[in-house]
């Protein structure tokens, strides 16, 4: 058996302010608010990761120098929600919110069989 504990406290992230307020043909002013304020430089901060990762294997001996190992890993056991991805732009009605993320490291529980031959 064995396992890891990952632990990730948060990014800070750039929020934007999602809108062209200098009418300069860009598609975002990045920092700058319509009411002429700036954000701060990576004022938002995303959520703690919190993973638990556990495998289990066992030899058994076939004869000779033959053998298969079984494994069983288990990722994310405990089924933290981590998001890796969040929605910066203020403009947006869903700032602040999580995002799907199809990373590993942020996926629900998930759990994987496997076998090694080895001769």
Do not use: W
Request: aromatic letters at 12%; proline letters at 4%; charged letters at 25%.
């Amino acid at each position: 058996m064995s396992g890891i504990y990952f632990y990730g406290s948060g990014e800070a992230r750039q929020a934007t302010a999602g809108g062209d307020f200098r009418n300069e043909g860009r598609g975002s002013e990045e920092r700058l608010r319509r009411d002429g304020t700036i954000i701060d430089r990576n004022a938002f901060q995303s959520d703690p990761i919190h993973r638990v990762d556990v495998r289990f294997q066992q030899r058994i001996p076939l004869g000779g120098s033959v053998a298969v190992d079984g494994m069983f890993k288990i990722f994310n056991l405990l089924n933290h929600k981590n998001f890796g991805s969040y929605q910066t732009n203020e403009a947006n009605r869903n700032f602040g919110n999580p995002e799907p993320n199809g990373n590993i490291a942020y996926l629900p529980r998930v759990m994987q069989l496997g076998f090694r031959l080895t001769f």
